[in-house]
């Protein structure tokens, strides 16, 4: 039978990073196309023994229905680190746990976005947020991303053209390009917000992965009352059981409650319960040092391949945390071709054009350097190196 | 700052039952409120095991991210079932793993409503379902629900007046009445939708805790193309691992996946596999036996208490699975109000009005029978009997 699918379907991009993610399934690929952190990485050892203690000692409350904010020591725990890190004061009843940060995305374009809105967008932007968003109908407008975070010259004469509904945005090692606000630009795209009725959106899933210098002030501390910050524990424990969390005003955490409730009642509440006695039993700063160390080896080791395999004309940037670097290639080199050709040399990277919401980014690549060691690195850059020459002829 | 909400918000049922759950968390409170089951069943050292033999063999893949679709083995595993349980042919590519089956309502509503889409659905009906639509912004039409399933006389009226784009419905041990539909209204259901264009949408959440009779047939096998069906764990092994599935013909399964990778990429992916790994090495049917004989059990033993403690002129269902039964009371004992009353004895139900979109079950109640052991049940009917008595006068 003929079925009738709802309107805002067809304004959802088509999965391709899945699409993507399913080639790059052939195990002779080298792929660094997704956003997987390290798995050399992970806890193992001691996530199970937290999960067998949280069996033990509570299995019957872990395992039945659970409330829909989150368990709150997680809650507390969250709070409490946001206070020693980025002095933000915010309360435990003003943070949800969601079922991994993307979720977030989702609860704020259902509580706050109606068909047409207008909502900005970094560019290039995340691609899970445009697919998340754009289920909700928005008006995209992006804004260009500098060196140093948003052009403000452009953002100014967005805002004063119209007001936006948002502003969704990743100031710390931004996916997709590994840009992160100075604090400087920080101040400065606050200054532009206040008071314009636009909530900003800050998506902090690398915030914590910071290679060089220190932590930058949260836009909420700028903007308390209009600030939304979505947070992840994918990439500082574990992605595979899906747990983030949203920090939002009083006001809209009543509403985001019900959407969750409406969406899926509440977040696994066993993961929950694994995930806070980790945290309480293990040293989390010593962990994420671990890995912000193998990231920067990482990071450090595709930039010279770059230096080493690509041809003249090339641009990069690089990264002061996060998994992502952006590369520009020179004119003339459209990477969704170049994609098919890298493929044939067993090595996958997402095309820029995958992150713009308006056209362009045809001559870009996103590069993960989280997921791959060393080896695989030096072996996957030799080949993505070996097809820009060959494309470029 | 005043904030503005998404239009959608405002069509949604306050989160009624969360309200009360929150009232009953006073430890003197009996609640017969909530949809839990009983935690005394729950496998929990069957499920330690199954937990650390997965940290043990596979920690660092069931630690990353998966796939949008979900475990294929778990997908098989339901498939499967399916297959022998009702003699259904459902491919595991038409089965996605979802955050318990209160998503699939979710997704379905993402992926097939446009505001204004006409939506059938037993009355009263799944409070649940009400809230997860309504982010959709449907118009809700109500059928009927007589003894053994829905008034068809008036859903054939209904169809004839205008199409429906879906009809949700609980065909065994209805969530809030614990109606069957017989096998021959099940039947007359299907013939009556075919050639229509309208989705049923068949929530069998209880469909294995049946304690008289066969299981009866899905309306899948009359309307194989026109049903999606949804599933859950959440009854039958564990709902704090908030795993439930969708089943879904392939074209709108394509859509569906798309709203997922939107909404939260995918499922908590360490719970998956310890659930597989618990159907696996246990004995899943004799497990489901247990739960269905204690149900019963304990179902008799509340209507028992009704019989003895109601006064005349009380109506109930007696349901042959599930978790709920429904009492009807004399006109004029309101029983929001009774509620009120019930509190204070330390008792809680659900109102009836509570599930209808339009109106009625004034002075009807949903009582659970699965959370509350014996000695609870025969504790809280007294009291409920009482606060009945009282107001009655």
């Given at each position: 039978?003929?079925?009738?699918?709802?309107?805002?379907?067809?304004?959802?991009?088509?999965?391709?990073?899945?699409?993507?993610?399913?080639?790059?399934?052939?195990?002779?690929?080298?792929?660094?196309?997704?956003?997987?952190?390290?798995?050399?990485?992970?806890?193992?050892?001691?996530?199970?023994?937290?999960?067998?203690?949280?069996?033990?000692?509570?299995?019957?409350?872990?395992?039945?229905?659970?409330?829909?904010?989150?368990?709150?020591?997680?809650?507390?725990?969250?709070?409490?680190?946001?206070?020693?890190?980025?002095?933000?004061?915010?309360?435990?009843?003003?943070?949800?746990?969601t079922n991994g940060s993307q979720q977030c995305l989702d609860l704020?374009?259902?509580?706050?976005?109606?068909?047409?809105?207008?909502?900005?967008?970094?560019?290039?932007?995340?691609?899970?947020?445009?697919?998340?968003?754009?289920?909700?109908?928005?008006?995209?407008?992006?804004?260009?991303?500098?060196?140093?975070?948003?052009?403000?010259?452009?953002?100014?004469?967005?805002?004063?053209?119209?007001?936006?509904?948002?502003?969704?945005?990743?100031?710390?090692?931004?996916?997709?390009?590994?840009?992160?606000?100075?604090?400087?630009?920080?101040?400065?795209?606050?200054?532009?917000?206040?008071?314009?009725?636009?909530?900003?959106?800050?998506?902090?899933?690398?915030?914590?992965?910071?290679?060089?210098?220190?932590?930058?002030?949260?836009?909420?501390?700028?903007?308390?009352?209009?600030?939304?910050?979505?947070?992840?524990?994918?990439?500082?424990?574990?992605?595979?059981?899906r747990?983030g969390?949203i920090?939002?005003?009083?006001?809209?955490?009543?509403?985001?409650?019900?959407?969750k409730?409406?969406s899926?009642?509440?977040s696994?509440?066993?993961?929950?319960?694994?995930?806070?006695?980790?945290?309480?039993?293990?040293?989390?700063?010593?962990?994420?040092?671990?890995?912000?160390?193998?990231?920067?080896?990482?990071?450090?080791?595709?930039?010279?391949?770059?230096?080493?395999?690509?041809?003249?004309?090339?641009?990069?940037?690089?990264?002061?945390?996060?998994?992502?670097?952006?590369?520009?290639?020179?004119?003339?080199?459209?990477?969704?071709?170049?994609?098919?050709?890298?493929?044939?040399?067993?090595?996958?990277?997402?095309?820029?054009?995958?992150?713009?919401?308006?056209?362009?980014?045809?001559?870009?690549?996103?590069?993960?350097?989280?997921?791959?060691?060393?080896?695989?690195?030096?072996?996957?850059?030799?080949?993505?190196?070996?097809?820009?020459?060959?494309?470029?002829?």
């Amino acid at each position: 039978m003929p079925y009738h699918f709802a309107s805002r379907m067809e304004k959802t991009p088509k999965s391709f990073i899945r699409e993507i993610l399913k080639t790059t399934e052939r195990p002779e690929v080298i792929s660094f196309a997704g956003g997987l952190p390290s798995p050399a990485l992970f806890a193992v050892e001691e996530l199970a023994a937290a999960a067998q203690d949280v069996m033990a000692e509570a299995g019957r409350a872990a395992l039945q229905y659970s409330t829909t904010e989150g368990y709150l020591p997680l809650r507390e725990f969250i709070a409490g680190r946001y206070r020693r890190r980025l002095g933000l004061a915010i309360d435990p009843d003003e943070i949800l746990i969601t079922n991994g940060s993307q979720q977030c995305l989702d609860l704020i374009g259902k509580v706050l976005l109606d068909p047409g809105d207008p909502l900005l967008i970094e560019r290039p932007g995340y691609l899970g947020a445009i697919q998340a968003f754009s289920l909700y109908e928005p008006a995209f407008r992006s804004v260009p991303l500098i060196d140093d975070g948003p052009d403000t010259a452009c953002l100014e004469a967005m805002l004063e053209e119209a007001p936006a509904k948002l502003f969704y945005g990743v100031p710390s090692s931004q996916n997709p390009s590994g840009i992160t606000y100075s604090a400087e630009k920080r101040r400065a795209v606050a200054a532009l917000l206040a008071g314009t009725g636009t909530i900003f959106v800050e998506d902090d899933a690398y915030g914590e992965l910071r290679f060089d210098g220190e932590s930058l002030p949260s836009l909420k501390s700028y903007l308390p009352d209009a600030t939304i910050i979505t947070g992840s524990f994918s990439k500082i424990v574990t992605p595979g059981l899906r747990l983030g969390w949203i920090a939002a005003p009083g006001e809209i955490m009543e509403q985001i409650t019900v959407a969750k409730q409406a969406s899926d009642l509440h977040s696994n509440y066993l993961a929950q319960r694994i995930i806070a006695r980790y945290l309480e039993t293990n040293d989390i700063d010593a962990h994420i040092a671990r890995i912000t160390d193998a990231y920067q080896a990482q990071r450090d080791l595709m930039i010279a391949m770059i230096e080493e395999e690509f041809p003249d004309g090339v641009s990069y940037t690089r990264p002061d945390g996060g998994m992502f670097l952006w590369v520009t290639l020179p004119e003339g080199c459209p990477t969704t071709q170049l994609l098919e050709e890298a493929l044939r040399q067993n090595v996958a990277f997402v095309p820029g054009r995958a992150f713009y919401v308006d056209g362009g980014g045809d001559t870009a690549m996103r590069l993960n350097f989280s997921n791959a060691d060393e080896e695989k690195i030096v072996v996957g850059m030799r080949r993505l190196g070996a097809a820009v020459r060959r494309f470029i002829g």
